[in-house]
C-alpha cells in the first residue's frame, strides 16, 4: 500500500510562489508516473503537471496544462520518493486543492494524496 502526503500549500498573494511536495511510501515510486491535479470549488478535478519517463535513464518527460505553462514545473527526487511542484507568479484562479497522484501503468496502481490547500488572494 502506498500513501502518499502532500506539503507545502498555504495563503498567498498573487504573483507569489509556493513549492508543493509530495513524499510517498512504499518501494514503487521509481516505477511510477506522479502527477499533480487541482480541483477549484465547484468545478472537475483537473490534471495540471506530470512527469513521466525511465528511471534507469533518468530521462522523463513533462506535460502542463496550458493555464499554467511557463509558471509551473514539476520535478521528482527518486532518491526522496518525492514529487514537487514548483508554482511561481500565482493566480487568484489558480486557487484549489491541489492532489498528488502516484499511478503505474503496468500494473494498474494508482495511489491519490489527501490534498493540500493552495489559496492566491489578488
Known amino acids: 500500500q502506498v500513501q502518499l502526503v502532500e506539503s507545502g500549500g498555504g495563503l498567498v498573494q498573487a504573483g507569489g510562489s509556493l513549492r508543493l511536495s509530495c513524499a510517498a511510501s512504499?518501494?514503487?515510486?521509481?516505477?511510477?508516473?506522479m502527477a499533480w491535479y487541482r480541483q477549484a470549488p465547484g468545478k472537475q478535478r483537473e490534471l495540471v503537471a506530470r512527469?513521466?519517463?525511465?528511471?534507469?535513464?533518468?530521462?522523463?518527460?513533462?506535460n502542463y496544462v496550458d493555464s499554467v505553462k511557463g509558471r509551473f514545473t514539476i520535478s521528482r527526487d527518486n532518491a526522496k520518493n518525492t514529487v514537487y511542484l514548483q508554482m511561481n507568479n500565482l493566480k487568484p484562479e489558480d486557487t484549489a486543492v491541489y492532489y498528488c497522484?502516484?499511478?503505474?501503468?503496468?500494473?494498474?496502481?494508482?495511489?491519490w494524496g489527501k490534498g493540500t490547500l493552495v489559496t492566491v488572494s489578488s
Open positions: 512504499g518501494s514503487i515510486f521509481t516505477l511510477a508516473d
Open positions: 497522484n502516484l499511478a503505474v501503468p503496468a500494473s494498474g496502481e494508482d495511489y
Open positions: 512527469i513521466t519517463g525511465n528511471y534507469l535513464t533518468e530521462r522523463y518527460i513533462t
